[in-house]
């Protein structure tokens, strides 16, 4: 189904992104990294990638004590890691996935030396282990847009700025709120104790922060900017880590209730609540189409006169994952309709829907962003 919509811009604009070492991100990154990690060791040893999905991370935080310039980790955040994975015989399943979360942890999160693993993966049903490349293994839904809006891309922008203020860690959290031309932004950010020596040093990394933020905002948007920066702080009760993440005593985090398959969370767009990272990628709907919906707008938006596309996928357990039970495309732009317009639309959703298998490699490698 193909309808060709009238574009109202939204009075107001809400956009969030959870960081990289935000709790519930870092839960997504545990997922996608164990799900990696499994997919290559089936591959070694049996050619193929057998069932599994681990998409139920959870992470419990520890208890820390941060101070100037120090601070000791009192008790290491834990990482629960349920699920369903056939077992390999070459290896422990739980070796695998504790090793796939300390390689992430140590890529991700600079400062965290200290944490626990609890494995608790069993093996799947046995209905759904046999629809491993032979069909979807859920009945699911997935949805795309594309372009992002100015506010949309800025967010994402925006964590690599805050990130590269001296003294800030990995875990941020970026609210835009945009009504008309007024655009306010507020920031979450830790701060690591080992680079703040005093009050002072964190009131300036706060500031910093707050000025290239504006900075980069104002340089992307015609309007009225504003920021706020680490808005809880109250007497000596401010954001100071030890290790610069919130795991460490102030939250948890869990699969799938962070960033969707762009990056970003944007409740005034459609989305979907599936969580994408930790399934696998071969039958997995709740994955797959996520990202073919969403490559498919990107291309569908690149066509003369559309200014934007909006794609939903949904399937039928056990139905080839190429013939979703809908294929919706939602186009607004100066067009019209036509045979030609359809076709070429047709075309794209065919491209992507039969490009499953070209997409495996890509999910294994970790090329494609999921979070």
Sequence with gaps: MITLNKRNPPPFEV???????????????????????????????????????????????????PRFAGGTILKPPSVVVGGRASRPSGKPISEIIENATASHFHKTVKNLQQFQVEPRVEEGAPELRSLIGRGANDTSIGVGYAPLSTTEQLILDLEEVVRGVHGVGEDTKLMAVRIGDKLTLVVAAAMVSRFINSREDYDGAKAAVQEAVMGKAKAESSGDVEVFVNCA??????????????????????????????????????????????????????????????????????????????????????????????????ISGDLQMTSAMESKVDAILDFWLESTDDLVEQFVKGKLTLY
Excluded: W
């Design 15 to 65: 956009v969030e992104r959870k960081g990289l070492g935000h709790p519930d991100t870092l839960a997504d990154g545990i997922s996608e990294a164990i799900s990696r990690a499994l997919c290559r060791f089936y591959l070694d040893e049996f050619g193929q990638i057998l069932h599994h999905n681990v998409d139920k991370v959870l992470i419990i935080a520890g208890k820390s004590a």
């Design 233 to 330: 702080d109250a007497g000596e009760n401010i954001y100071l880590t030890v290790t610069g993440t919130s795991i460490e005593m102030g939250d948890d985090g869990a699969t799938g209730r962070g960033n969707r398959g762009n990056g970003l969370i944007t409740p005034m767009r459609p989305m979907t609540m599936e969580a994408i990272a930790g399934k696998n990628p071969v039958s997995h709907v709740g994955k797959i189409y996520n990202v073919l919906a969403q490559k498919a707008a990107t291309e569908i938006a690149e066509l003369e006169g559309v200014d934007e596309a909006y794609v939903t996928l949904v399937s039928k357990i056990g139905s080839p994952i190429s013939q979703p039970l809908l294929r919706g495309v939602q």
